[in-house]
């Protein structure tokens, strides 16, 4: 049976979503952990915060499976109800070693009422409950008691509360906060208020005043709106109020204003602004809309029909929702979070141990968890994607890695600002910096001499970014470097081989990728860089593969696949992978290696005792080494596709530093990971 968590509050607004993706986040470390949403309304579509933790959980749940019942069905019979709570979370919990249970919004009825009801589930439901209180606007005092009353009514209807989180408290009062609460007999946290969690996307705006987007970048429309200014006076004065992440107001025939707040947005120096609302039902004229749409700007222009008062008054009311697509808020509730929760502390309150099993998620969380520990500093040469930017923005907030990106600062930090993205932390470096072009040039030069490299030419090969991210790793500028999101694999790995160079004993630079499949991660090599290997080329594969797994915790047990299992095979093809299983033996007698071998007898212990009894590898392989690109890149994709396993890589092994490649199709997600793996590599380098 699941060990449930049930996070709920005695009020509205306490941000008890940012609790509860923090739990998912962490349990998710530890098992299979599933979310269930007891109440929820049903007139507003889809619950968004549902929809957050679904992507955050490591089981395979659909959203209807997640929700119990409606506001309107707890009204017509409570007791029905909470049956049918019940008997929807009984059919998924044996699925997950963990369940995170999300309590009501505070949306419908009155809270004590609200939160009795709450209490009637999570004890039915036989779950732990973390309490979440607003410290919002209260005194420490004050959120002491509430705390007290909610503890003693969640405790009269049998629900056992295990933890406190005291959340949204001024960061001025935040100590004091955790000093009222010092003495509660339970453990206890204060987490600080954060506008940007509750701040309107200008999507969110855009709806709330009925406007509609004029001109600008769609794309934007998922920024969060940080503040707003109404533009009632004159131009002068509306600029000395502007603010990164602003929504001006201003009405729709203040042309020389408009004007004013889109070059403002563009010029170098003034903040970036998130939207323009135009209200009164004015359009801009055509020959103002005209000169907008010939300037470089993305910034979304709304116009409403609205009056001036009641379109501020609507958006200064306006707010967000933690949502799948504003991964700045996720980033920030997560790190918020982690900064301020004692995790083992929490674990040990609600009592879960770890599993045994390994899924996508828990591999992608220790991934994060490995990196943060001992962070390490990687390079980003394409700072003109903004796949890139994002991840970078993700990485930065939880502290995963320090970063440098490649690029023109100005530019850089221009798109960070326009897409609503913190890369305050981040290193921009341009790699026409005159006085590390003349450095890495010369050493350029040095290393290529014998390949007839001139320090002329070298200048000129440096800007590359490939070239010049390479060489900052080289010289210990940076611990690693993760390209490829824009460039092909040969512009990432060359000048890696050219300069970095392969470990000692190892003369095969080659790739893996990590196949995190439902319950364990598999290891693939090489899919990516070697069309067709040598005994060798193989042999290296082998060994660098198993040097890989181990660090990221697979316990390597390697097959050398073909065509035929054991003896029972001939042909080239076949008689390359044996000579290449020989050369590993003799290389790392400590290996658990097996080969040749096919895949079937490879992982399915029923062939392995047919084809190969008595074998330790045989149907227990974690590690697979492919005959060639072809058939490589072929089984990791239909692998991927057909039993829905998650293909973190490639993974580049054999280099002195560590580099790693991004596919062009890559995601922000597929980013991140990469910079994690990187970091990690790294701290094997400097071990």
């Given at each position: 049976?699941?060990?449930?968590?049930?996070?709920?509050?005695?009020?509205?607004?306490?941000?008890?979503?940012?609790?509860?993706?923090?739990?998912?986040?962490?349990?998710?470390?530890?098992?299979?952990?599933?979310?269930?949403?007891?109440?929820?309304?049903?007139?507003?579509?889809?619950?968004?915060?549902?929809?957050?933790?679904?992507?955050?959980?490591?089981?395979?749940?659909?959203?209807?499976?997640?929700?119990?019942?409606?506001?309107?069905?707890?009204?017509?019979?409570?007791?029905?109800?909470?049956?049918?709570?019940?008997?929807?979370?009984?059919?998924?919990?044996?699925?997950?070693?963990?369940?995170?249970?999300?309590?009501?919004?505070?949306?419908?009825?009155?809270?004590?009422?609200?939160?009795?009801?709450?209490?009637?589930?999570?004890?039915?439901?036989?779950?732990?409950?973390?309490?979440?209180?607003?410290?919002?606007?209260?005194?420490?005092?004050?959120?002491?008691?509430?705390?007290?009353?909610?503890?003693?009514?969640?405790?009269?209807?049998?629900?056992?509360?295990?933890?406190?989180?005291?959340?949204?408290?001024?960061?001025?009062?935040?100590?004091?906060?955790?000093?009222?609460?010092?003495?509660?007999?339970?453990?206890?946290?204060?987490?600080?208020?954060?506008?940007?969690?509750?701040?309107?996307?200008?999507?969110?705006?855009?709806?709330?005043?009925?406007?509609?987007?004029?001109?600008?970048?769609?794309?934007?429309?998922?920024?969060?709106?940080?503040?707003?200014?109404?533009?009632?006076?004159?131009?002068?004065?509306?600029?000395?109020?502007?603010?990164?992440?602003?929504?001006?107001?201003?009405?729709?025939?203040?042309?020389?204003?408009?004007?004013?707040?889109?070059?403002?947005?563009?010029?170098?120096?003034?903040?970036?602004?998130?939207?323009l609302v135009l209200n009164g039902g004015f359009d801009l004229s055509p020959q103002v809309a005209r000169l907008v749409d010939g300037l470089p700007q993305r910034l979304p222009i709304l116009a409403t029909d609205l009056?001036?008062?009641?379109?501020?008054?609507?958006?200064?009311?306006?707010?967000?929702?933690?949502?799948?697509?504003?991964?700045?808020?996720?980033?920030?509730?997560?790190?918020?979070?982690?900064?301020?929760?004692?995790?083992?502390?929490?674990?040990?309150?609600?009592?879960?141990?770890?599993?045994?099993?390994?899924?996508?998620?828990?591999?992608?969380?220790?991934?994060?968890?490995?990196?943060?520990?001992?962070?390490?500093?990687?390079?980003?040469?394409?700072?003109?994607?903004?796949?890139?930017?994002?991840?970078?923005?993700?990485?930065?907030?939880?502290?995963?890695?320090?970063?440098?990106?490649l690029g023109e600062e100005s530019s850089i930090r221009a798109r960070a600002s326009e897409l609503g993205l913190d890369l305050t932390e981040a290193a921009i470096v341009s790699p026409r910096d005159p006085e590390l072009?003349?450095?890495?040039?010369?050493?350029?030069?040095?290393?290529?001499?014998?390949?007839?490299?001139?320090?002329?030419?070298?200048?000129?090969?440096?800007?590359?970014?490939?070239?010049?991210?390479?060489?900052?790793?080289?010289?210990?500028?940076?611990?690693?470097?993760?390209?490829?999101?824009?460039?092909?694999?040969?512009?990432?790995?060359?000048?890696?081989?050219?300069?970095?160079?392969?470990?000692?004993?190892?003369?095969?630079?080659?790739?893996?990728?990590?196949?995190?499949?439902?319950?364990?991660?598999?290891?693939?090599?090489?899919?990516?860089?070697?069309?067709?290997?040598?005994?060798?080329?193989?042999?290296?594969?082998?060994?660098?593969?198993?040097?890989?797994?181990?660090?990221?915790?697979?316990?390597?047990?390697?097959?050398?696949?073909?065509?035929?299992?054991?003896?029972?095979?001939?042909?080239?093809?076949?008689?390359?992978?044996?000579?290449?299983?020989?050369?590993?033996?003799?290389?790392?007698?400590?290996?658990?290696?097996?080969?040749?071998?096919?895949?079937?007898?490879?992982?399915?212990?029923?062939?392995?005792?047919?084809?190969?009894?008595?074998?330790?590898?045989?149907?227990?392989?974690?590690?697979?080494?492919?005959?060639?690109?072809?058939?490589?890149?072929?089984?990791?994709?239909?692998?991927?596709?057909?039993?829905?396993?998650?293909?973190?890589?490639?993974?580049?092994?054999?280099?002195?530093?560590?580099?790693?490649?991004?596919?062009?199709?890559?995601?922000?997600?597929?980013?991140?990971?990469?910079?994690a793996i990187t970091a990690i590599q790294a701290q094997a380098v400097q071990a």
């Amino acid at each position: 049976m699941a060990r449930s968590i049930y996070v709920t509050s005695p009020e509205g607004s306490t941000g008890k979503s940012t609790v509860a993706l923090g739990l998912v986040e962490l349990l998710a470390a530890r098992g299979r952990v599933g979310v269930f949403r007891p109440v929820a309304r049903s007139e507003d579509g889809r619950d968004p915060v549902l929809e957050v933790l679904l992507e955050r959980d490591t089981v395979d749940l659909g959203y209807e499976e997640c929700l119990g019942v409606t506001y309107e069905q707890v009204h017509e019979d409570p007791g029905a109800a909470l049956a049918r709570i019940v008997e929807r979370y009984r059919r998924i919990e044996d699925r997950c070693d963990a369940v995170v249970i999300l309590g009501s919004d505070y949306t419908d009825v009155a809270g004590p009422t609200e939160l009795a009801y709450n209490a009637r589930v999570a004890a039915n439901l036989g779950s732990v409950v973390v309490l979440v209180v607003s410290a919002l606007d209260r005194s420490p005092g004050d959120v002491r008691q509430m705390v007290e009353v909610a503890t003693a009514e969640l405790g009269a209807a049998h629900a056992e509360v295990v933890a406190v989180v005291a959340n949204r408290a001024a960061p001025d009062e935040l100590e004091r906060v955790r000093e009222a609460l010092a003495d509660v007999p339970l453990p206890t946290w204060a987490l600080p208020d954060v506008p940007l969690l509750i701040a309107p996307t200008v999507g969110e705006l855009m709806a709330a005043v009925d406007g509609r987007l004029v001109t600008g970048d769609p794309d934007l429309l998922e920024r969060e709106v940080e503040a707003r200014v109404v533009g009632g006076m004159t131009m002068d004065h509306i600029l000395d109020r502007l603010v990164d992440g602003a929504a001006v107001i201003v009405p729709g025939d203040r042309s020389e204003v408009a004007l004013a707040m889109v070059a403002a947005h563009a010029a170098e120096g003034f903040p970036s602004l998130a939207a323009l609302v135009l209200n009164g039902g004015f359009d801009l004229s055509p020959q103002v809309a005209r000169l907008v749409d010939g300037l470089p700007q993305r910034l979304p222009i709304l116009a409403t029909d609205l009056g001036t008062f009641e379109a501020a008054e609507r958006a200064a009311h306006a707010r967000g929702l933690v949502s799948p697509r504003s991964q700045r808020k996720l980033d920030v509730a997560r790190s918020t979070f982690a900064a301020h929760v004692d995790t083992d502390a929490l674990l040990a309150a609600v009592d879960l141990p770890r599993s045994e099993v390994v899924t996508p998620l828990i591999f992608e969380y220790d991934l994060i968890e490995r990196a943060r520990a001992d962070r390490r500093h990687v390079v980003l040469p394409e700072g003109d994607d903004d796949r890139v930017l994002r991840a970078a923005s993700t990485l930065l907030a939880r502290e995963v890695a320090d970063l440098t990106i490649l690029g023109e600062e100005s530019s850089i930090r221009a798109r960070a600002s326009e897409l609503g993205l913190d890369l305050t932390e981040a290193a921009i470096v341009s790699p026409r910096d005159p006085e590390l072009r003349e450095r890495f040039a010369a050493e350029l030069a040095e290393l290529r001499a014998a390949k007839g490299m001139t320090l002329e030419r070298a200048r000129e090969v440096v800007t590359d970014v490939s070239v010049f991210g390479t060489l900052m790793v080289h010289l210990g500028l940076a611990d690693g470097m993760v390209s490829g999101a824009r460039h092909t694999t040969a512009h990432t790995i060359t000048p890696a081989l050219q300069i970095i160079r392969t470990v000692p004993d190892v003369s095969t630079v080659s790739s893996v990728f990590f196949m995190a499949m439902e319950d364990r991660v598999l290891v693939y090599g090489d899919c990516a860089v070697i069309p067709d290997p040598t005994s060798d080329q193989l042999a290296d594969i082998a060994v660098s593969a198993a040097g890989t797994a181990t660090r990221f915790g697979v316990d390597p047990k390697i097959a050398m696949l073909s065509y035929s299992t054991g003896t029972s095979g001939s042909g080239a093809d076949v008689d390359k992978v044996r000579a290449a299983t020989e050369l590993v033996r003799q290389r790392r007698p400590d290996l658990d290696l097996e080969g040749p071998i096919q895949y079937d007898a490879a992982v399915d212990a029923s062939v392995a005792s047919t084809k190969l009894p008595g074998s330790t590898v045989a149907g227990h392989a974690t590690v697979f080494v492919f005959p060639d690109l072809n058939t490589g890149n072929n089984t990791y994709k239909a692998v991927q596709r057909s039993a829905g396993a998650v293909a973190i890589g490639p993974v580049l092994q054999g280099l002195r530093r560590p580099v790693n490649d991004l596919s062009r199709g890559a995601t922000v997600q597929d980013i991140v990971n990469t910079v994690a793996i990187t970091a990690i590599q790294a701290q094997a380098v400097q071990a």
